[in-house]
């Protein structure tokens, strides 16, 4: 999900909570609503990806309004412009640009237009970012959680900002393995191969919240276990094999300054004092409409990326917490199958010769009640 807009629906929704006791607009909130966000930075070495949304009203703040068919491109100080190909998946759009190779001497702004408005941002420079030190975790003292985090830095003292996202996919296990499964129209349980098994299960997520962080108070450029996701005990995260692939870029002070002014307004739900959605102004504008509010932030960087793997073997704290409710089937207690298959069982063994049978609540049996078959291309073993 586009992690600007669930900033700004946060930010309404915690400031109007806040004020319930009487009748109460803060200034901004109004015109938070249907307002422009433009999501992205110009990638020296990758493909600069840019999203186009309109904000909504907060009875729909499970949804995004995508913009299609705008018109985005890249252009230089000296003119030259770089166009973006719009992509959908699903119901995500996002314009691609490649951006990969251009002059990292130059300056660059991002222009979208639509609608018959035209936004531009400042120009930006391209900053270079140190590579990823380490990507580590560290246990919370009653092992009910951990902590993903990574260290960085650069040995020239020239980034002092940093910013990051990531992709996380794992890999977990249902609590039983079945190698039978049941036909509902038939009434009949039949075996099946390992490689139609529920056992073997994959997900995907990306980061939501907003990580930064800079090292412009020490004596030299480096960020020392910057606290990346939290994960408790019983998360699937945890439960086989996790694999987190993390982006570094480097950022502006002024961009550090409007992300953290964010920040306090969502995840740490600000106060009286924290910066309102009025003050928080990006470095995109509408030059049609210059009193028109935009939401968003460009920068100019190279990105750096390192994945890593982690084990539920070598964490050592994952507890299962799912219930697994059981019943046997057979001629001392002849249960119909198809009621249990109805109500939400799965079958996980059967003897022909005796008709008996063990059924145990699907979510212990079927990994796909959670997730997926979809294995990644790059996961490291061979099962499926």
């Not at 400031?15 to 999501?39: A, H, L, Q």
């Not at 086989?240 to 307004?265: C, F, H, P, T, V």
């Not at 470095?283 to 990326?305: A, D, F, M, Q």
Request: net charge negative.
């Amino acid at each position: 999900m586009n992690r600007i807009y669930i900033i700004v629906i946060t930010i309404i929704s915690l400031t109007i909570t806040k004020s319930c006791i009487s009748p109460f607009e803060p200034e901004g909130v109004s015109s938070i609503d249907n307002m422009i966000v433009i999501e992205g930075n110009i990638i020296q070495n990758d493909t600069t990806k840019v999203m186009v949304s309109r904000s909504l009203s907060l009875s729909q703040e499970n949804k995004i309004d995508y913009i299609s068919k705008a018109t985005v491109w890249v252009e230089s100080d000296r003119g030259k412009k770089y166009s973006a190909f719009e992509q959908k998946k699903g119901e995500k759009i996002q314009y691609l640009i490649n951006t990969i190779g251009i002059d990292p001497s130059l300056e660059y702004k991002l222009v979208v237009t639509t609608g018959g408005q035209r936004y531009e941002s400042d120009f930006v420079t391209i900053r270079k970012v140190p590579e990823i030190d380490s990507i580590g975790y560290s246990i919370n003292r009653d092992s009910t959680g951990l902590i993903f985090y990574v260290n960085t830095h650069d040995t020239q003292n020239k980034t002092w900002y940093y910013m990051w996202s990531f992709k996380e996919d794992w890999e977990f296990r249902s609590k039983y393995l079945s190698l039978f499964d049941y036909d509902i129209f038939s009434g009949s349980i039949f075996e099946i191969d390992m490689d139609q098994n529920r056992y073997y299960c994959w997900r995907q997520d990306v980061s939501k919240s907003i990580l930064i962080a800079t090292s412009n108070h020490l004596n030299e450029d480096r960020i020392f276990r910057k606290p990346l996701l939290y994960v408790p005990s019983w998360d699937s995260r945890i439960n086989y094999l996790y694999s987190m692939e993390l982006a570094q870029i480097a950022i502006g002070r002024d961009a550090y300054s409007y992300w953290e002014n964010i920040k306090k307004n969502s995840d740490e739900i600000g106060g009286i004092f924290a910066p309102q959605p009025s003050e928080m102004a990006g470095n995109i504008r509408c030059l049609t409409t210059p009193s028109e509010k935009v939401i968003g932030y460009i920068s100019g960087t190279y990105v750096v990326r390192k994945r890593v793997f982690f084990r539920s073997s070598d964490i050592g704290i994952y507890k299962d917490r799912i219930d697994c409710d059981t019943h046997y089937v057979g001629p001392d207690n002849p249960l119909p199958i198809d009621s249990l298959y109805k109500v939400g069982y799965d079958v996980t063994s059967y003897f022909e010769e005796t008709n008996e049978s063990t059924w145990i609540i699907r979510r212990c049996v079927e990994c796909r009640t959670y997730g997926t078959k979809n294995k990644p291309s790059f996961w490291p073993n061979d099962h499926i």
